[in-house]
Structures are given as C-alpha cells and as structure tokens.
C-alpha cells in the first residue's frame, strides 16, 4: 500500500524544459543551440519578404565546407539536386510553403555533437549584391536531467547521463535558490559527462535539478514536485464489542489530520489518544464510539486534502448467542441441542410434578368446601 503511494506520488509531476537560445552576437550571425538528437531549425530569411521560390539559395557548413541544402528554382537536394553531403542526407527539410515570404529557413534533424559548427545561408544571385547569414550551431549533449525521489524521507536524486560540455548539476527549490547538494557520481566517458547530484528537502513543494552548460548559456532543467504524502494507510480496529473504535496512523508526514467518518461522511465525534511525533513523524491514534451498525472510515488527510488516504471497517449487531469462543461450530450447537433437551425434559418433569400436585390440590378443594358445605349444610338443617 505505501509502495502503491509513494508510486504514484513520484509520478506526479517530472516535467521537463529544454530551451534553445538564440542570441545575436554580431551582425548576422546568429547563434542556435540544440539538444543532441533534437530537430533544429537554421532560420534564414530575408528582410524583404520577397518571394524566393525560384530563386537559388545554398546552406553550407563551414570548414570543413560541406553542402548541407541547395535550392534552385524549386530544384533542391530532397528532389533530386545532386551534391549533398552524405552526411546531411536525409535529415534536411525546407519549408516550401515559407519560399513566398522570403523565407530559407532549414530544419536539421535528429542533431549530433558533429553538426555543431557555422553554417552559412547564401543567396548568390540577390541584386545588388550576395545575400549571407551565418549561423553557429551549437548542440549540446545536454540530456534532460532524470530526477527521482530516492526516499520518502525526501532525498531527491538527479542524473544528467552524458552531457556535453561538462555541466553544473544542482537542484534549485521553487524560489531558485541553490540547495545544499551531494555529487555522487562524476565521470568522464568519451567526452560526455555523467553526474549524479543528490539532495534532501525537509519541505514538500517542487524541486528543480538544473543542469548548466556553457556559463549559463545552455540550461535544463526538470522538476519534480514533493508532496511528501507517503502517509501510512491507517489501521483500524475495533477495541471493544460496545462500539469503540481505534484508528492508528503509523509515522506520517506532514502531520495528518486523522478523522473517523460515517457512511454519509459525516466526521464523528472522537478522541485524539495519541500525537507523537518521532524524526518528523507524526504518528496519531484516534478513538470513536458507534453506537449503530455500520461501516465507518478512519480518514487520514493531508496537505490539506491533496493526499487522503483511509481504511474501512465495517460492525454489525452483536450476535445474541455466542457460541462459547474456542468451540467451533457443530459443538456449540451439539451443545446448544442438549441445553434444549434437558431443558425441555426438565420443564416436562417439572409439569409433571405440577400437574401430580394440582391434581392433588383440586382433590383437595373438592373434598374440602363441599364437605364443609355439606356440613354447613346439614347444620343450618332444622
Ligand atoms: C521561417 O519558417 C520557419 C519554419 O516555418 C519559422 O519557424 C520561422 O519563424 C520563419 N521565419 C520568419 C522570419 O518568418
């Protein structure tokens, strides 16, 4: 059942940002950053607007020089044009319905660390003079950050598995500040990173693991929230025959607020006998009476109703005839049968006895008054 929870919990939130940056430094380059095995776009457009559909215009990737996309009066290296570079084949696209607006924009797929370079936009026959625009592609085997909760106890754990230049691994809390952190795992493997940074929050909440890679230039990030609700299903018995009901919360945190419900969830009256807290536990027991039959719920609630969590118990009417506890069944009824037989014997014999004696009575007070009677009778004769 915690297993369960906590599954559940460590899956709420892992959203996870990447960003690409584009900054232009000096005229016209301009600088593209790419996560490793992302598509990217290699924008190029004209300022004009005009439309370039048949016209020429060629990317190339500098030093050394390789032909990336040529486009000749809807000719292109998609269509036929021969000249690509083997190693652009195939993962190059344009956007035919952009040529009206002047637009030569490229989009690179699935970048590796060896696409990173300048590339160049040329528009050589555009009056009066070429047209270029550089760009720098930068990728970045910046994977996301894999975040974990490891622990219940709140000990987070991030991977950046082969990053590339070597990144600043940290877990940030929701303000952005910097969390004390343990780096765990720091190695080097054919030029990619792998870090493991582990940190414990105290505090439910979200937490990001941040990831930085060229002085801050290239950063990401996911974020995982905590919401620390791995609180125990509360166990629930009955204590006595008469109704009372015990509810035990073993070890939750944060502190629960532990309630007895009826079927109609109406929060019953009931007695708080214990609220310990132990290492940031909170363990409470809480007692109630119930006075019908009927199933009740011990509720356990939690960052105000984000987490809740309750057992079921169910009391029926106590039974009149108990068969004497330690007995199974056919005996108490074995047993039960003779009561019944001596019992019916006895009540015979007494009647028996009763009907002997009445008789004897009835006798009596025939004999008795008539005779008195009759004397009375013959006394009051003349
Ligand atoms: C050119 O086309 C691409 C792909 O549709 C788009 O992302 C980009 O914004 C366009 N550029 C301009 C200047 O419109």
């Given amino acids: 059942m915690e297993l369960l929870a906590l599954l559940f919990l460590s899956f709420c939130f892992l959203t996870l940002s990447g960003r690409t940056f584009a900054a232009e430094s000096e005229t016209p380059v301009a600088r593209v950053t790419v996560r490793e095995d992302d598509d990217v776009i290699l924008p190029c457009s004209l300022d004009t607007n005009e439309n370039i559909e048949s016209m020429l215009f060629d990317w190339v990737k500098e030093v050394p020089r390789k032909e990336v996309f040529m486009y000749r009066n809807r000719s292109h290296y998609n269509n036929g044009l021969p000249g690509q570079d083997v190693e652009f084949k195939g993962r190059v696209s344009h956007y035919p319905e952009e040529l009206k607006y002047g637009n030569a924009s490229i989009r690179l797929k699935q970048t590796r660390l060896e696409d990173k370079g300048t590339y160049t936009c040329i528009f050589p026959e555009i009056k009066p003079s070429e047209k270029i625009f550089r760009i720098e592609l930068v990728v970045g085997a910046g994977p996301k950050p894999y975040v974990t909760i490891l622990k219940e106890n709140g000990l987070l754990e991030c991977e950046v598995p082969g ?5 600043t691994v940290e877990w940030w809390d929701s303000d952005n500040k910097t969390l004390p952190s343990k780096t765990v795992q720091d190695k080097e493997e054919q030029g990619r990173f792998h870090v493991i940074v582990q940190t414990t929050v105290t505090e439910p909440g979200c937490y990001r693991c941040v990831a930085t890679q060229m002085e801050k ?10 919401h620390r609700g791995a609180g125990p299903k509360p ?3 009955i204590l006595k025959e008469n109704g009372l009901l015990e509810c035990e919360v073993p070890g939750a945190s ?6 007895w419900w009826d079927s109609d969830n109406k929060t019953l009256p009931s007695k708080t006998v214990q609220d310990e807290e132990q290492q940031g536990r909170f363990h409470v027991i809480v007692q109630t009476t119930v006075t019908e039959p009927g199933c ?3 509720v356990a609630t939690q960052m105000e109703k984000w987490h809740r969590i309750s057992s079921e118990i169910c009391v029926h009417r106590e039974k009149t005839a108990q068969p004497p506890s330690g007995l199974p069944e056919w005996a108490a ?6 009561i019944v037989v001596v019992f019916v014997v006895a009540v015979g014999v007494v009647l028996k006895i009763k009907g002997y004696s009445l008789k004897k009575d009835l006798q009596r007070m025939e004999n008795g ?7 009375n009778l013959t006394s009051e004769q003349p």
């Fill in 254 to 259: 944060p502190k629960p607020t532990v309630e």
């Fill in 217 to 226: 230039w290239h950063r990401i990030s996911s974020e995982i929230c905590v």
């Fill in 369 to 375: 008054p008539s005779s008195e009677l009759e004397r």
């Fill in 163 to 167: 990053a590339s230049p070597k990144p």
């Fill in 235 to 237: 166990y629930v018995t």
């Fill in 296 to 298: 009740y719920r011990c």
């Fill in 333 to 338: 009824a074995l047993i039960g049968g003779f």
